[in-house]
């Protein structure tokens, strides 16, 4: 059986001007159903390129990302999209709410867009919110609740539609260390209870340690282990540490 995403041979580069920036440089790795995974690595080094690829945010320059087998770019646009927004949940740095709707109307908005009716979609809203403890803020506004609590509603409305995979970038990057700390408890409680795999790019070590499996994106390549020193997956041989500024 295949893994549940597999990335082979993973390039990404962009033009700067007349330079062209060479972001991942054959990138590799596979994760199976259910399986949490921390990403680490320097600011600027590709982590938040390597989940949008990944999450069929934005196209490889050269390599394949596959799902359960399937070429996730050979998909017709319209299917892509389909897929992304049924299979693929996202978490960023900033929740990204809609500051008119309430808790319960931006948790329910992937059902809306999924062709799903109110009654459904917010349904499933109410649910998801209070497995992440917000059953008593559902008719609030971003603007009436903590930095928190905004990010738990924006964890919900990437699990409304009970994805296969959620791709987390830096979720407690802009929140203090008790309150990141609150959220990361809580992906591991729901990677725990639902059973739906992830990735999360993190700067804080003694999170990304924590996760049952570590990895780190060095000179475009990834690591197994969030160590100086690792695997890369892409080819089994040991890696050097990384030098300065990778």
Do not use: C
């Amino acid at each position: 059986m295949p893994p549940l995403v597999e990335a082979r041979g993973l390039h990404k580069s962009y033009w700067l001007g007349e330079k062209e920036i060479h972001v991942l440089r054959g990138a590799s790795f596979s994760l199976e159903p259910g399986e949490m995974v921390s990403l680490v690595g320097p600011s600027g080094v590709g982590k938040s390129t390597f989940l949008h690829v990944i999450g069929t945010l934005d196209p490889p320059t050269a390599g394949q990302v596959l799902f359960e087998g399937r070429d996730a770019y050979a998909m017709p646009e319209e299917e892509l999209a389909a897929f992304r927004n049924r299979s693929i949940g996202f978490v960023f740095q900033f929740h990204y709410l809609l500051p008119e709707f309430t808790a319960l109307q931006n948790t329910a908005m992937p059902g809306l867009i999924n062709r799903y009716s109110r009654e459904k979609a917010e349904e499933a809203a109410r649910q998801v919110l209070e497995m992440v403890g917000l059953a008593h803020r559902l008719d609030h506004k971003p603007g009436e609740l903590s930095g928190g609590e905004q990010q738990r509603v924006a964890l919900a409305r990437a699990l409304v539609l009970k994805p296969r995979l959620l791709l987390a970038d830096e979720p407690t990057g802009n929140l203090d260390e008790a309150t990141g700390e609150g959220i990361h408890q809580l992906l591991v409680e729901l990677n725990r209870r639902l059973g739906i795999a992830a990735i999360v790019v993190t700067h804080n070590p003694r999170l990304a340690e924590r996760m049952p499996r570590r990895l780190r994106l060095s000179e475009g390549l990834v690591i197994e282990g969030s160590g100086e020193e690792g695997e890369v997956t892409s080819s089994g041989a040991i890696s050097s540490p990384p030098g300065p500024g990778t």
